[in-house]
């Protein structure tokens, strides 16, 4: 399978937008559509929640008439699906409180949410939750702390300061996770506030003036001081809590000593059924299937046992009841 398909499958990550930047630097453009029958708004309350239906079942996007109050403040681009221009609407905490009223709908974070969603709504919301993050986040100029003005439907931020006029762009922070395997065993780790027999894969931080490899080898070695020879690329995820992208690995260790490092409360490696046991018998947790970890540990048991994890974790609540 390519890595374009397993990213697909991510949560998150099968948003079919055109994100249309050209039209982002026509503004008349946008302030006219914004007002057309065929806009539709994802509302976002100050915690970065969005509106959904009252089921969380999919996303509410009003249109231009119940958004009338609040269109004042420029909508967001967000772009173009079919017959329909997406916008996000970031509303303070009255304005949230209005329209859930007046729509039934409700707010809701996306962490609790993002699994009932259909898949479109999951990314849109992913994609309008963390470009509003990071417009609620940069307010002021880096380089002479003047207020900065939002520009490019919603992408870009101005700095309003005539003799400095920088401008910064939506951040996105990468950060690796791995999945190490030593042959028949894959290492996985435990931080230090999760619940006991909870574990995930490596995950960390890429660096400045490093590849993407080079911060898999350095983070499994200050975590598990585990020595990772070849590592390959797996699939990548959106991942706005508050701005990472996730770029899921595969690694194999050279050296399957560990030497735990200060980032966790412990790293062990499991075979295939020590893990299948401990999740089926409840005495072992993994993460979400909304996050790459889960599907990387997906990966990993069945190239390596030919086992669906699904099945062992749908076993496993089939037995708690
Ligand atoms: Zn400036």
Redesign the pocket.
């Known amino acids: 399978m390519l890595s374009s398909a397993r990213s697909r499958q991510n949560a998150f990550a099968a948003l079919e937008l055109d994100r249309a930047s050209e039209l982002r630097e026509r503004p008349d453009w946008l302030v006219e559509h914004a007002q057309s029958a065929q806009a539709r708004f994802v509302l976002l309350d100050p915690d970065g929640k969005a509106l959904l239906s009252a089921d969380h079942g999919h996303l509410l996007q009003p249109g231009c008439d119940a958004c009338a109050p609040w269109l004042g403040a420029a909508p967001s681009f967000l772009g173009r699906a079919g017959a329909t221009d997406h916008y996000a609407l970031a509303l303070d905490v009255d304005a949230a409180a209005r329209v859930a009223a007046e729509t039934g709908g409700a707010f809701a974070d996306l962490r609790s949410a993002g699994a009932s969603l259909p898949a479109f709504d999951a990314g849109l919301f992913a994609y309008a939750r963390g470009l509003a993050h990071w417009q609620r986040h940069t307010r002021f100029?880096p380089?002479?702390a003047?207020p900065l003005a939002l520009e490019a439907g919603g992408h870009r931020a101005k700095?309003t300061?005539p003799h400095?006029?920088?401008a910064q762009f939506p951040r996105t922070d990468p950060a690796i996770i791995v999945i190490v395997s030593d042959g028949a065993r894959c290492l996985l780790g435990r931080g230090p506030q999760w619940p006991q027999r909870r574990y995930s894969t490596l995950a960390g931080f890429v660096e400045p003036g490093e590849t993407l490899e080079d911060a898999v080898r350095r983070e499994v070695f200050e975590e598990a001081g585990v020595r990772v020879g070849e590592c390959d690329y797996h699939s990548s995820q959106p991942w706005p809590f508050p701005a990472s992208i996730m770029l899921g690995f595969t690694a194999r260790a050279d050296d399957a000593t560990i030497t735990l490092g200060a980032e966790l409360a412990e790293a062990r490696w499991f075979g295939a059924d020590e893990l299948v046991d401990g999740i089926r018998g409840g005495t072992l947790g993994v993460s979400s299937p909304l996050s790459v970890s889960y599907r990387l540990i997906e990966h990993w048991l069945r190239e390596t046992a030919a086992i669906e994890l699904a099945d062992v974790v749908a076993s496993a609540a089939k037995a708690k009841g």
Do not use: P, R
Request: proline share 0%; hydrophobic share 35%; charged share 0%.
């Open positions: 100029c380089a002479c003047a700095c300061n400095c006029g920088i």
